[in-house]
C-alpha cells in the first residue's frame, strides 16, 4: 500500500512536470503539498495540489487516499456563488449552511430535477451567468453541471476557483489542462457581464487567507482545537474554585473562580467570534 510520504513525493513530481513548462513558480505561501502560481491568458492562476490520506488500520501511520486539486483564477468580479450536488440528508444541511451565510438558491429556466443547485448572494447576476451559453458550455464540458460528477465551482469576490479529486492520468493526458484553461475562461465571462449591483466584501477569515494563507489555515485549526480547551478551562476553574471556597484558602477560591469567570470567557468569545466571522462571511 502506497505510504503518505510517498504519495506527496510523486504528486510533487507531476505537478512541477505538468505546471514548469506552463512559466507556472512555486508558491512559497500556498498551504497545499504542491501550489504553484502564474498566468493563462494574461490572467493571474493558482494551482493547489494535496494528497489525501487517511489512519492506517493495525500498523498506525497513515496510507495514501487519493489527490485533490483546486484551480484559483483571479477576477475583478465581487460576488459569491457555489455549485452544489448534494442529495438527502447532506443535501439539506448544505442547504441550511449556505442560506446561513446569505446565499439563496438560483432557479434556472427548464432546470432538470437532478440538475446540480447553484447558490449565489446576488440572484439577478447570477442568473445572467449561468444562463450565458459560453458559461454552460463549458460547465458541460467539464462535469461542474453534471450531477454524478464530483468537480465542483465557487465564487468569491475576486477568485474563481474550480476543485476536484484528480489522478495522475489526468494530469498526463490533457483532463487537468481542460480545468486549467476553464478556471481562467470562467473568469474572463464573469466580468464580461456588468458588475454585481451590490459588490460582496471580504469576510475577515477570507482578508487572513490573503495576507498568509498558511498562516489563516493554523489559525482556523488553532481556533477549532482552543474553543474547546478554553471551555474545559473554564469549567475545571470553577470546579477547582468551588473546592477551595468550601475547605480551603478564600483568596485561592475568589482567584480561581475569577479567572473562570472573566477572563476564559472573554477569550472564548473572542476565539469563537472570529471564527463565526469567517465562516459565516459577515463583513469584517
Known amino acids: 500500500m502506497r505510504g503518505a510520504s510517498q504519495a506527496v513525493s510523486e504528486l510533487r513530481g507531476f505537478i512541477s512536470g505538468w505546471l514548469t513548462p506552463k512559466g507556472f513558480q512555486p508558491d512559497p505561501h500556498g498551504s497545499a503539498h504542491a501550489s504553484y502560481r502564474g498566468a493563462i491568458g494574461g490572467r ?69 430535477p437532478a440538475a446540480v443547485r447553484f447558490w449565489a448572494l446576488e440572484l439577478s447576476w447570477a442568473r445572467s451567468y449561468l444562463s450565458d451559453p459560453s458559461v454552460e458550455g463549458i460547465f458541460e464540458r467539464i462535469g461542474v453541471s453534471t450531477p454524478n460528477q464530483s468537480i465542483t465551482f465557487r465564487m468569491a469576490p475576486g477568485k474563481l476557483a474550480l476543485s476536484t479529486p484528480f489522478e495522475a492520468k489526468e494530469v498526463h493526458d490533457g483532463t487537468a489542462d481542460l480545468w486549467l484553461e476553464a478556471a481562467a475562461d470562467l473568469a474572463g465571462l464573469a466580468e464580461a457581464w456588468p458588475a454585481p449591483a451590490s459588490p460582496a466584501t471580504f469576510t475577515w477569515f477570507e482578508k487572513k487567507h490573503q495576507e498568509n494563507p498558511r498562516r489563516a489555515v493554523w489559525l482556523l485549526a488553532s481556533l477549532l482545537i482552543l474553543g474547546p480547551a478554553f471551555a474545559l478551562f473554564m469549567g475545571t476553574g470553577i470546579v477547582l474554585g468551588v473546592f477551595y471556597l468550601v475547605g480551603g484558602s478564600d483568596a485561592v477560591a475568589l482567584s480561581l473562580i475569577g479567572f473562570a469567570a472573566l477572563f476564559m470567557p472573554v477569550a472564548m468569545f473572542l476565539a469563537i467570534r472570529n471564527l463565526w466571522r469567517g465562516l459565516k462571511g459577515r463583513r469584517a
Do not use: N
Not at 485533490?68 to 456563488?81: F, G, K, N, Q, S
Open 44 to 112: 493571474s492562476v493558482s494551482v493547489h495540489a494535496s494528497a489525501k490520506t487517511r489512519s492506517r488500520q493495525g500498523s498506525g501511520g497513515r496510507s495514501f487516499a487519493g489527490y485533490h486539486l483546486e484551480i484559483v483564477a483571479d477576477t475583478a468580479v465581487m460576488t459569491r456563488m457555489v455549485a452544489e450536488r448534494g442529495s438527502g440528508l447532506v443535501g439539506r444541511l448544505a442547504a441550511r449552511l449556505l442560506r446561513w451565510r446569505g446565499l439563496e438558491r438560483v432557479t434556472l429556466p427548464d432546470e432538470e
